[in-house]
T-cell receptor, first 111, second 113 residues
Framework: GESVGLHLPTLSVQEGDNSIINCAYS??????FIWYKQESGKGPQFIID?????DKRQGQRVTVLLNKTVKHLSLQIAATQPGDSAVYFC??????????FGQGTTLQVKP | EPEVTQTPSHQVTQMGQEVILRCVPI?????FYWYRQILGQKVEFLVS????????KSEIFDDQFSVERPDGSNFTLKIRSTKLEDSAMYFC???????????FGPGTRLTVT
């Protein structure tokens, strides 16, 4: 069956360090893989996506890496800030638009 | 910046009662979605809606659930007879296209007692 998941439930980093959040997926048919950030009491917020035919995409302070060989997705956040503290979800978007979310990883940024 | 809005922010209801959760998607968006998130769990897809009809629905979206776009701005989710296990955060999302980014609202917390 389809499954998207994250490796670690909680990641604690020092402010200014780089963060890496990982995700494993099993459905290879999705068009896009996406990272969402969810702050307490809010809905998921789009961070960055990557098309299935790419292996790397960079945004502002964030980079997403896709390794289709091992079905692995990661989100790298450079110079992590206190405002980055949130739950991060990976998700895959099927051609129909449906999003399949993985379990979240809580990122804690220590000052 | 346009955003998706949802009302109410918190709804408490008794088991067996009907609830209607309301959403106002971003005005020029064409695709609408409902998702739910049980406390501490991942976000789960419920239903997608386009051109005034359901495009896709999950196993969760049984006969007790329905969606409607009663006018040009609102998008509603109705649960006819709520169960305890319906307690969750319900998120509405909209997007300009099927393969485009989905924008989520702040959610409605539904508590069934």
């Amino acid at each position: 069956g389809e499954s998207v998941g994250l490796h670690l439930p909680t990641l604690s980093v020092q402010e200014g360090d780089n963060s890496i959040i990982n995700c494993a997926y099993s459905n290879s048919a999705s068009d896009y893989f996406i990272w969402y950030k969810q702050e307490s009491g809010k809905g998921p917020q789009f961070i960055i996506d990557i098309r299935s035919n790419m292996d790397k995409r960079q945004g502002q302070r964030v980079t997403v890496l896709l390794n289709k060989t091992v079905k692995h997705l990661s989100l790298q956040i450079a110079a992590t800030q206190p405002g980055d503290s949130a739950v991060y979800f990976c998700a895959e978007r099927e051609a129909t638009g449906k999003l399949i979310f993985g379990q979240g990883t809580t990122l804690q940024v220590k000052p | 910046e346009p955003e998706v809005t949802q009302t109410p922010s918190h709804q408490v209801t008794q088991m067996g009662q009907e609830v209607i959760l309301r959403c106002v998607p971003i005005s020029n968006h064409l695709y609408f979605y409902w998702y739910r998130q049980i406390l501490g769990q991942k976000v789960e897809f419920l239903v997608s809606f386009y051109n005034n009809e359901i495009s896709e629905k999950s196993e969760i979206f049984d006969d007790q659930f329905s969606v409607e776009r009663p006018d040009g701005s609102n998008f509603t989710l109705k649960i006819r007879s709520t169960k305890l296990e319906d307690s969750a955060m319900y998120f509405c999302a909209s997007s300009p296209g099927q393969s485009r980014e989905q924008y989520f609202g702040p959610g409605t917390r539904l508590t069934v007692t």
